[in-house]
């Protein structure tokens, strides 16, 4: 085998095991993003008994599934890319998506567990602003990325009207 050989084949496990870091990096994200929705669980009795507009339970579980998905890749690519560039810009990025993810998993607790409708539709809001935030600040460096954060927006812009109105009719 001559030396280019080798280097090519040695390229190719190096690019394997870069890609099974980042299919691993993906999946603890993924993990993280799902545990808050495994120990905090909605009470669907709590929502339907509310007066207002309603969606049903597979539209949740449906675009909650999407989301995860699309903000893994997100932030899995902002990991790999900051490990690479390390400046300030990125370091903005995970300070939004640390709030982002807390903000999003504080939602469940406090509208079904402290049943405090008002707050939930606080917390709704702020994580629209920050989801919009991170679509901009993926727009600087990539666009295919920030398309990631669309669906992360529309729905929390849906939910922002939902809990508006579920606010001011109970």
Known sequence: MNNSE???VKGFFVDMKKNWIKVFCFLVVLLLYFIPSLIFKPDNDYYYSLEGPHLPGWAFTVAWSIIYVCMSIYVTYF????????????????????????????????F??????????GVTLF?????????????????KVALLTIPYIVWTAIASVLSILLYLQN
């Not at 998993?105 to 406090?110: E, K, L, V």
Request: charged share 20%; proline share 2%; hydrophobic share 55%.
């Open 112 to 121: 079904f567990t402290f049943k405090n409708i008002f707050a939930g539709f």
């Open 6 to 8: 080798y280097n090519e």
């Open 79 to 110: 990991i790999f890319l900051a490990r690479e560039k390390r400046n300030a810009e990125y370091k903005r990025v995970f300070i939004f998506l640390i709030v982002n993810f807390i903000l999003q998993a504080s939602y469940t607790p406090i």
């Open 127 to 143: 994580t629209f602003i920050t989801a919009i935030i991170l679509f901009l600040e993926a727009l600087l460096v990539n666009k």
